[in-house]
């Protein structure tokens, strides 16, 4: 079993900054990626980039690119997502997730563990 906690989310006017965290812990060994997904209200939940236990990382959604960034420090089983520039569209609930599905690692059905959620508004 893997736990996930996120935290840093809050509310932030159009153009700020925050940055998520995610502490795992547990069998993280048996995992091969970790990332950060999101659902507005409404909405379907949906991949914001994701990053692998042996390096490297792939943003899911297109509306992030250049604006997100994933990162992570193995060493004390943390990963973090610095969102800069948010958009009022950007207000989500956003989740952690780890899992080792092998391939599809954006889609949110492959995810084998999540974490709370920490929501994230965005004011114009």
């Known amino acids: 079993q893997v736990q996930l906690v996120e935290s840093g989310g809050g509310s932030v006017q159009a153009g700020g900054s925050l940055r998520l965290s995610c502490a795992a812990s547990?069998?993280?060994?048996?995992?091969?990626?970790m990332g950060w997904f999101r659902q507005a209200p409404g909405k379907e939940r949906e991949g914001v980039a994701v990053i692998y236990t042996g390096g490297g990382y792939s943003v899911c959604a297109d509306s992030v690119k250049g604006r997100f960034t994933i990162s992570q420090d193995n060493d004390n089983n943390m990963v973090y997502l610095q969102m800069n520039s948010l958009k009022p569209e950007d207000t989500a609930m956003y989740y952690c997730a780890a899992g080792s599905s092998g391939g599809g690692y954006c889609n949110s059905r492959n995810a084998n563990y999540w974490g709370q959620g920490t929501q994230v508004t965005v004011s114009s």
């Open positions: 547990g069998y993280t060994y048996g995992t091969d990626y």
